[in-house]
């Protein structure tokens, strides 16, 4: 595999870490600073469980970091390079946004090939 091929692979991954609506919501959230899980789950609707899964899942791929302050834990982004990029996204959003409402190609498949 060649190290061009190794790096798309890579920011492909990280690109998973956006790609689930509740992850992204959570990201989205902590955009504001630190938070409880209770708070995270306040903000986003979602319920305790998910939130508790999810920010587990973007703690292992280093994303958000946590703090335990007296008996409660914060989390909060690991690098504030993520919120630019959430920003960034927006900003092209707002541009391309149509686009990608109507775009079929990333829309999960209905059938499989054998």
Do not use: W
């Not at 686009?99 to 209905?110: F, L, N």
């Amino acid at each position: 595999m060649t190290t061009c091929t190794q790096t798309a692979d890579l920011k492909a991954k990280l690109f998973q870490g956006f790609s689930d609506s509740s992850r992204l919501s959570i990201l989205n959230t902590l955009r504001s600073g630190p938070l409880t899980v209770g708070e995270i789950v306040q903000q986003t609707g979602l319920n305790q469980s998910n939130v508790s899964n999810h920010l587990s899942c973007l703690r292992c791929c280093d994303l958000v970091v946590r703090e335990q302050q007296g008996r409660f834990v914060y989390y909060e982004l690991a690098d504030r390079r993520i919120a630019t990029l959430l920003d960034l996204a927006d900003e092209l959003l707002a541009d391309v946004a149509k686009g990608v409402r109507q775009c079929s190609h990333y829309e999960p498949s209905t059938t499989r090939l054998s």
